[in-house]
C-alpha cells in the first residue's frame, strides 16, 4: 500500500509538470522516448537476463509495450487538446477499464460496464460543454486508449505474477518492462518525432530528468509491485486518488481560471460512471 500511496502523489505532480512545462513545446514522442531511456539506465543494469523463462520475459515486454509505451504516447498527445484538469478527470475511468478487462479474461458479459463508458462520455460533455469539438473528443479517445492500455499492464502483471512466480526480488525483471516500453517509444519517435522540438531551456530537461528518474523508474516499479498486493478493490480506489490530488496541485500552484461549476458536474458525472463499473463487477456474470 506504501508504494501505491507515493507514486500516486508522483503522478499527481507529473501529470502537472507535464501539461504546464511540455505539453505543446517539447516533441510528446521525444518525451516518451527520453523517459524510457532514462528509467532504462536506472534498472538495466540491475536485471537478471539469464535464467529468465521466455514466456515470462515475452509477457514483461507486453505489458511494458502496453503500460507505458501506448498508454504514454497516447497521454502526451492528448495535452495538445485537454487541459490539465481534463486530463486528470478522464483519467478516472481507469477501473471502468480494469473492469471490463477482467470481465473479458473470465468471459463474462455485464451491460453495466456498457452503461458505465456512455455515462462517462456524457460527463466529458459536461466539462467542455461551450466548446465541444472534434479535437476535443479526439483527446478523450486518446486517454481512453491510455486508460485501456494503462489498465491491460495492472492486469496483465498482476496475473503474471501470481501465474508465473520466480525467486527473488521482482526488479531484477523489470528491465524487460522498459525494453518493451521501448519497442514502442522508438520506433514512434522515429517515425512521427519532430528534432526540431526538442527541450530548449534548462528546466525543460530537468522536468524530463525528474519524470524519467523518479516518475517512470520508481513510479512504473513502485505502482506494479504496489498493485500485485492489493486486493483489486483496493486498487481501484487507488487508481482514482491521484485525480484530486493533481486537480488540487494545479488550481493551488498554477491557479487557473478553470470552470469549477462544470468540472465538478462533469467529475461527479464521471465519479457515478466507476461506481457502476464496480457495480457490474460485483454482479454475477452473464
Known amino acids: 500500500m506504501a508504494y501505491l500511496l507515493i507514486v500516486t502523489l508522483i503522478q499527481a505532480l507529473s501529470f502537472n509538470l507535464i501539461g504546464e512545462y511540455l505539453a505543446g513545446q517539447v516533441d510528446s514522442y521525444f518525451a516518451v522516448l527520453a523517459r524510457v531511456l532514462l528509467a532504462g539506465l536506472v534498472f538495466l543494469p540491475l536485471t537478471r537476463w539469464r535464467s ?8 514483461m515486454l507486453l505489458i511494458g509495450a502496453l503500460q507505458f509505451g501506448v498508454t504514454y504516447v497516447c497521454l502526451y498527445l492528448s495535452f495538445r ?16 477499464h480494469v473492469t471490463l478487462l477482467q470481465d473479458a479474461l473470465a468471459r463474462r458479459f455485464n451491460p453495466y460496464a456498457l452503461l458505465a463508458a456512455l455515462v462517462a462520455v456524457a460527463g466529458a460533455a459536461v466539462i467542455r460543454f461551450e466548446g465541444v469539438s472534434g479535437d476535443f ?11 485501456f492500455t494503462y489498465a491491460a499492464g495492472q492486469v496483465l502483471y498482476k496475473r ?19 525494453v ?35 516518475a517512470t523508474a520508481f513510479g512504473m516499479y513502485g ?5 500485485s498486493q492489493v486486493p483489486a478493490a483496493r486498487l481501484a480506489v487507488m487508481n482514482n486518488l491521484h485525480v484530486p490530488v493533481g486537480l488540487l496541485l494545479n488550481l493551488l500552484i ?5 470552470p469549477l461549476g462544470r468540472l ?19 454482479r454475477p456474470s452473464a
Not at 490539465?84 to 481507469?94: A, G, K, Q
Open 254 to 258: 498554477w491557479n487557473h481560471a478553470e
Open 81 to 96: 487538446v485537454l487541459t490539465v484538469p481534463e486530463v486528470l478527470l478522464f483519467t478516472i475511468l481507469t477501473p471502468v
Open 52 to 59: 529468465v523463462p521466455g514466456p515470462f520475459a515475452r509477457q
Open 223 to 227: 505502482w506494479n509491485k504496489g498493485a
Open 180 to 214: 518493451g516500453a521501448l519497442l514502442v517509444a522508438l520506433p514512434a519517435f522515429l517515425a512521427l518525432g519532430n528534432p526540431a522540438r526538442l527541450p530548449t531551456a534548462p528546466l525543460q530537461w530537468a522536468v524530463l530528468g525528474f519524470l524519467g528518474l523518479v
Open 160 to 178: 503474471l505474477m501470481l501465474q508465473q512466480p520466480l525467486p527473488g526480488p521482482q526488479y531484477q525483471r523489470f528491465g524487460y518492462f522498459f
Open 137 to 147: 473528443f479526439a483527446g478523450f479517445v486518446l486517454l481512453q486508449l491510455a486508460n
Open 264 to 282: 465538478a458536474l462533469g467529475g461527479a458525472i464521471i465519479l457515478g460512471s466507476v461506481w457502476l463499473s464496480r457495480r457490474a463487477h460485483r
